[in-house]
T-cell receptor, first 115, second 109 residues
Framework: GAVVSQHPSRVICKSGTSVKIECRSL??????MFWYRQFPKQSLMLMAT?????????EQGVEKDKFLINHASLTLSTLTVTSAHPEDSSFYIC???????????FGPGTRLTVL | EDQVTQSPEALRLQEGESSSLNCSYT??????LFWYRQDPGKGPEFLFT???AGEEKEKERLKATLTKKESFLHITAPKPEDSATYLC??????????FGAGTRLAVHP
């Protein structure tokens, strides 16, 4: 159990376009999900906390208008990178907080490349 | 300020050579301490959660322990497939994980 999926696994887009990444908890409910970004050979950097039915909470320095988060159900959160630029190229990973014991499980990640 | 330090940064072992990874932390309102394994190009894989000092958990060749200031991940008789980056992450307020930089483990046959 405790499986989290992400889609797509890889995406290449042109500068100025928007990209949506989906994160789903497949076999448990997750009122809270988190979005991270990871640069090569670095650890995970928390971008925002996504709560079902309410606005996301962003970490300091993360542009909320650029990284739009929607948590529409207890199993789905989406991250939309708006007007993407090459500096947004990174590995984006989501995690889902299992409601009954607060353990966090991670998705496989999405590699975004902006040309 | 919440802080997590993992050591060593990198560790090279021969197959069968046991060792320990260290995670030192200062976190107010600790809710639990998590260990994950991450392979290149993949998301972290959950290994253990520890909630209180003195707690120990085991899974195959791995055993995690917790004190009030440190956690250790002991690897017994490692195999090449144990090669990965091991991440320690205490959980503080709002269930946010505070990640260390990780220990890159390489196990050679």
């Amino acid at each position: 159990g405790a499986v989290v999926s992400q889609h797509p696994s890889r995406v290449i887009c042109k500068s100025g376009t928007s990209v949506k990444i989906e994160c789903r908890s497949l076999d448990f409910q997750a009122t809270t999900m988190f979005w991270y970004r990871q640069f090569p050979k670095q650890s995970l950097m928390l971008m925002a906390t996504s709560n079902e039915g309410s606005k996301a909470t962003y970490e300091q320095g993360v542009e909320k208008d650029k990284f739009l988060i929607n948590h529409a159900s207890l199993t789905l959160s989406t991250l939309t990178v708006t007007s993407a630029h090459p500096e947004d190229s990174s590995f984006y990973i989501c995690s889902a907080l299992r409601d009954y014991n607060n353990e966090q499980f991670f998705g496989p990640g999405t590699r975004l490349t902006v040309l | 300020e919440d802080q997590v330090t993992q050591s060593p940064e990198a560790l090279r072992l021969q197959e069968g050579e046991s060792s320990s990874l260290n995670c030192s932390y200062t976190v107010s309102g600790l809710r639990g301490l998590f260990w994950y394994r991450q392979d290149p190009g993949k998301g972290p894989e959950f290994l253990f959660t520890l909630y209180s000092a003195g707690e120990e958990k085991e899974k195959e060749r791995l055993k995690a322990t917790l004190t009030k200031k440190e956690s250790f991940l002991h690897i017994t008789a490692p195999k090449p497939e144990d090669s990965a980056t091991y991440l320690c992450a205490p959980s503080g307020g709002y269930n946010k994980l505070i990640f260390g930089a990780g220990t890159r483990l390489a196990v050679h046959p």
